[in-house]
Each structure stands twice: as structure tokens, then as C-alpha cells.
């Protein structure tokens, strides 16, 4: 009966559960949304104090100022006010936000600190503000993070449900930032969710699209930023150009992340206190923002008018020069700010360099494909990259040029470097990440195919003497440790393990006492049908290694036993797969009459 047997198996093992955690995840991010409202709010705010000495919401270009040279003690003077509120408030403030929103779903259960929800936001305003060449998005993420699993924890939940209203407050929050819910889902499945299953993404889809939704009417609708119509189609000429974008891209993707970690080591080699480590990075932020003053702040600006062709090469350079080392050197010092939007402003000035000598396809093409690949490249996140690009400005046509940019930009760093810029962090901390996902062998592997059939069975009305004689006799019991107990009809009736049976034998030898007597009657077991990944979370929950395989229909018919080395057999499979290299079919070249081959003539 096969379709009785399928019947408890599916494609998902999702259950109803997950309406009550969408629920949660609407109303996170709903709350998401206000906080990413106030937190651009406060990032203009703290701009026009710190180099307009005025009161004001919006937000400005640091680059205006009048302040001269004072203006490099602004980043000074910001970084060392993270510095003291890091020290003495949360030290999870420093850092870009995604890695410390890895670690508390690794490490701490999806638990963070109900204050760093107040301190992360505030920190992230001042840096910004205060000229650090920074986006919003990473504090936001870490915030709106904090926000969900701040909420999950006032509720009986599961560390994986914990996990997904964090996940799902981080996604709202990107979202409501950049007017992105897409990108959003696919940054939450590519970097914090670890897997892909419809109990975590139905929630942080909803989440997002709240947040997306509620930034109508608190911040505006998108797209934010509008660049001009681009062809759809650009030939096998633009084709090419999009593989060299994508080389430079994973090129300067590389340069950027070991420049990060560079700096952070130099950092760490200061025989002073990491609380100060931010102020020496302002010092360096203040010094290139006088050199280059378009490389201070979030640079939405800048980013707008690279998109709209219609920037200087001495700007195009300054953002690659200055605004990368202010960048690398400041967030080594530890300091708290975003990198989504200072990696748009480099990767969009790259692609000002390449529209220098790429096949003109368009004002801002280049620009914005390189943006789209030196996210793909940079974090690792490629579909990511490719979906922002396209909702920040809502041009489909370059989807195949991204594709291919984004795509070429991963495949060098993932070459070239063993961790992304976003898991470096956690792995100098003592974790390792994989951020390849796949079905396990376990989940498609089922126990019919892995189970022995071979094996010594004991009949129930032997005696423990008659036992005694099997067991010393050459009858197939060395190697196995679990024997099932047949009555007359061969229906299994208990199962005996090889060391109880080796006590009773050295306790009773000679006894006549019946082998039914001692034997365990209800043992667990498990059915031919069943994945293994089922038996390996039951061996888990009971402890037990090894299982007599019976019917279905008839758990009284057994059909062999399987054991935890059975299991390891199927991964051994499932490695002989993934490295044995054969040659299937084979080329034969047919010759004329008469003419035989070796092969012919050896038959």
C-alpha cells in the first residue's frame, strides 16, 4: 500500500504553528518600520548638530560644512562618545550590525540585550552623523533584530522561534530603510537564517512586507534612487563587459574586506583600550573628509548622482581612494555603522571608471551593475545584490547584466577568500559558519535502502543454554549488538542486546529459563519508509543506536535491523558521490568495413 505509506511523509514539515509566529512577525514589523523611521530621523538630526549647528530632521551631506579644519575634530568627537557608550553601555554597539545579529542567533539563542535596541540606533545615528562614512542599513538590521527578539522573549517560545522574529525585525527593518522588501527576505535567507523552510520565511516575508508597506506613509514610497531607461537587451559585446565588471568588482570586494580586517588587526595591536580605538579612526575619517568631503556620511547623494552620470573623475577617485581607506580604517577601529551603503558608493564609482572604457550602454549603466556585483561579491550574497540593485531603482531591464556581474564578483571571492566580510568577524571570534545550503543525504536517504537483512534473529522459547550454544557457535553474532526475539510465526516479539545477553549467559549458564522472559517486549523500531533523518532525531530523543526495521502495516513483521554505523555508511555514500569522478558515456568512432578496433579484435 504505497499511498498509504507516502501519506505521512511531505515536501515540508512545516505546521500551524507558523500562523501564530506571522502574527508576531507583523506586528514586528510594523514596529521595525518606526524604528528605521527614527533612526534616519536621528541621523539628520545629529548631522545638522554636529556640522551645521542647527536643529533639523533631514537628512544633509556632511560635505557642505564650513567648518575648515574643525571639521576633523566632528568624526573625533563622535567615535570617542561610541567609544564611552560601548564601554560602558553594551560593547555588542560596535561593529556593522549583521555579524553581531550572526552571533546572537549562533551563540546567545536568538536572546539580545533589551538596551542595545536604545543603544545601537543612537550610536549608529552619532557615528553617522558625526561624518562616519557609513550606511543606516546594518543598525537598523542589528535593531530591528533587537526589537523581535525583545518581543520573543516576553512570549514561551523556541530558540528557533526566537530566532525567526529576530530575523523577521531585521529583514522589516532593511526593507522600511531602502524601500526593499525582496531584497530584504533574500539578505534574511542568504545571511541569517541558516536554512530555507516555509516556518521561517512565511514570517520574515510578512515582516518585511508590513514594514514595506507602512514606509508609504512614514517615509515615502521608492524608488531611492531613479536612474534613466536602459536597454533590454545589450548585446554579446555589453555581455562581456558585464564579466569584466564582475571580475573588478570581486577584485575590489577582496581588496575592501582584507582591508577591514587589516585595520582591525592594527587596531588590536594598540597597547591602549579598544575604547579609544573608534577616536583614532575619527582622526583618520576627519583627515579624508577634509581631503574629500563627499566621503563623509551616508552618501546618498553621491550614490544618486554616479547612478545619473553625472559625476567628476576627481570624484569618482576620491570616493575610491578616500573613501574606501576612511571606510577599512574606521570600521577596524570598531566603531557602529552600515556597510550596504558605502559599498553602492565604491561600487558605483567603479563602474564610473569602467563606462570609461566598457561599451556605452547608457548613462549609469555601469555604475549600477557594478553596485549590484560588489554586493554579491562583498557579502556573499549574490541573489541579493542582484534584487537591491533592481528595487533601489526599479530598472528590470539590467536583470540579465546583473545576473552575470553579481554572479562572476561571488565566484571570485568565494575563490579567493575563505570568509565574506560579514562572517570574518564571527570566525576570529571562535565560530565557523558554512553559508552553503543543502538538502542533507539524510533527508532523501530512507531506511529501506540502508538497513541489514543479514543478521541472526533469536527464537523466543530458546533457553538461555540453547542461547549459550548460538552465540559460541559460528553463526553470523560477531559485529552485531541488537538481536530480535522471533516466536513460532517469526513475528518479533522483543529485542535482547549483545551485553545483556553476555551477562545472563555468564549469571544462568545451563539455566533453563526461557529467553521471553528477559528479553525488552515493546522495543522502539522503525519502518522502511521512513527518511533517516527521522531515525537520527529519534535516536537522538531516546538515546538508542540501533533499531529493528519492521512493516508499516504489520509492526510485528520484521524486514532487518539498522544501526547508527548504517548511517554513517549513507554519508560515506553520499562523499563517494560528491568525489568519484567516472566517465559515463563514451564516445565510439565508427570505422569502415573491414577495419576492427583493439577493442573488436579482442573478442
Not at 104 to 110: A, D, E, K
Not at 327 to 348: E, K
Not at 396 to 413: K, R, S
Not at 449 to 467: C, G, H, N, Y
Request: proline share 5%; net charge positive.
Amino acid at each position: 500500500m504505497k499511498n498509504s505509506r507516502a501519506q505521512h511523509l511531505g515536501d515540508f514539515t512545516t505546521d500551524a504553528r507558523v500562523i501564530t509566529i506571522s502574527l508576531f512577525a507583523i506586528g514586528i514589523g510594523f514596529v521595525a518600520a518606526c524604528v528605521a523611521w527614527l533612526l534616519l530621523r536621528l541621523i539628520g538630526i545629529f548631522t545638522n548638530l554636529f556640522y551645521y549647528q542647527r536643529w533639523g530632521t533631514a537628512l544633509v551631506s556632511p560635505a557642505g560644512n564650513h567648518l575648515g579644519a574643525w571639521s576633523i575634530l566632528i568624526p573625533v568627537i563622535g567615535a570617542l562618545t561610541i567609544g564611552l557608550m560601548a564601554r560602558y553601555g553594551s560593547e555588542r554597539i560596535r561593529g556593522h550590525g549583521i555579524p553581531e545579529a550572526i552571533e546572537s542567533i549562533l551563540i546567545n539563542g536568538s536572546r539580545v540585550q533589551p538596551r542595545l535596541a536604545i543603544l545601537k540606533p543612537l550610536s549608529s545615528a552619532i557615528s553617522i552623523g558625526s561624518g562616519g562614512p557609513f550606511g543606516a542599513e546594518g543598525p537598523i538590521i542589528m535593531t530591528g533584530g533587537a526589537f523581535g527578539s525583545m518581543i520573543a522573549q516576553f512570549f514561551e517560545l523556541t530558540s528557533v522561534e526566537r530566532k525567526t522574529l529576530l530575523v523577521a525585525g531585521a529583514a522589516a527593518g532593511m526593507s522600511a530603510t531602502f524601500a526593499s522588501p525582496i531584497a530584504a527576505v533574500l539578505l534574511a535567507v542568504e545571511l541569517l537564517l541558516f536554512e530555507w523552510k516555509p516556518r521561517s520565511l512565511i514570517p520574515v516575508a510578512l515582516a518585511s512586507a508590513t514594514a514595506g508597506a507602512a514606509r508609504r506613509y512614514i517615509i515615502g514610497l521608492g524608488p531611492l534612487f531613479p536612474v534613466p531607461a536602459h536597454p533590454v537587451f545589450i548585446g554579446p559585446q555589453g555581455l562581456l563587459g558585464c564579466v569584466v565588471c564582475g571580475v573588478l568588482a570581486g577584485a575590489l570586494s577582496a581588496l575592501l574586506t582584507i582591508g577591514v580586517y587589516a585595520a582591525e588587526d592594527a587596531f588590536q595591536r594598540l597597547p591602549i583600550h579598544w575604547m579609544w580605538w573608534p577616536a583614532i579612526g575619527g582622526v583618520v575619517v576627519g583627515a579624508g573628509g577634509l581631503i574629500f568631503p563627499q566621503a563623509l556620511g551616508v552618501g546618498y547623494d553621491t550614490i544618486g548622482a554616479l547612478l545619473q552620470g553625472d559625476v567628476a573623475r576627481n570624484v569618482i577617485l576620491g570616493v575610491l581612494l578616500v573613501k574606501s581607506v576612511i571606510w577599512a580604517v574606521s570600521l577596524g577601529s570598531g566603531t557602529s555603522g552600515g556597510v550596504l551603503a558605502p559599498l553602492l558608493m565604491m561600487g558605483g564609482a567603479l563602474g564610473g571608471i569602467e563606462a570609461m572604457f566598457l561599451p556605452h550602454e547608457g548613462v549609469g549603466f555601469w555604475p549600477l551593475i557594478s553596485m549590484g556585483a560588489i554586493l554579491g561579491g562583498t557579502m556573499r550574497s549574490p541573489f541579493t545584490g542582484i534584487i537591491f540593485s533592481l528595487e533601489l531603482t526599479h530598472d528590470i531591464n539590467v536583470l540579465l547584466p546583473l545576473l552575470v556581474a553579481a554572479v562572476i564578483a561571488h565566484g571570485f571571492t568565494v575563490l579567493t577568500l575563505k570568509r565574506s566580510i560579514l562572517t570574518e568577524k564571527v570566525a576570529r571570534r571562535g565560530y565557523h559558519l558554512s553559508r552553503e545550503y543543502t538538502v542533507d543525504p539524510l533527508e532523501i536517504l530512507f531506511v529501506r535502502e540502508v538497513m541489514r537483512t543479514k543478521l541472526v534473529a533469536l527464537p523466543a522459547d530458546s533457553t538461555l543454554e540453547e542461547i549459550h550454544q548460538i552465540a559460541s557457535g559460528n553463526h553470523g553474532t560477531r559485529g552485531q549488538h541488537l538481536y530480535p526475539v522471533l516466536d513460532s510465526n517469526k513475528h518479533l516479539v522483543g529485542v535482547v542486546t549483545r551485553k545483556h545477553l553476555t551477562k545472563m549467559l555468564a549469571d544462568s549458564r545451563g539455566s533453563h529459563q526461557s529467553l521471553a522472559e528477559v528479553i525488552l517486549h515493546k522495543p522502539a523500531v522503525t519502518y522502511p519508509d521512513e527518511p533517516l533523518r527521522v531515525l537520527v532525531y529519534r535516536m537522538a530523543e531516546t538515546g538508542l543506536t540501533r533499531f529493528p526495521v519492521v512493516d508499516r502495516e504489520d509492526s510485528h513483521k520484521l524486514l532487518g535491523m539498522i544501526s547508527l554505523q548504517d548511517l554513517l555508511g549513507a554519508r560515506a555514500r553520499s562523499l563517494a558521490e560528491e568525489r568519484k569522478r567516472e566517465r559515463v558515456l563514451r564516445v565510439r568512432i565508427p570505422f569502415q568495413s573491414g577495419v576492427e578496433t583493439a577493442e573488436m579484435s579482442d573478442q
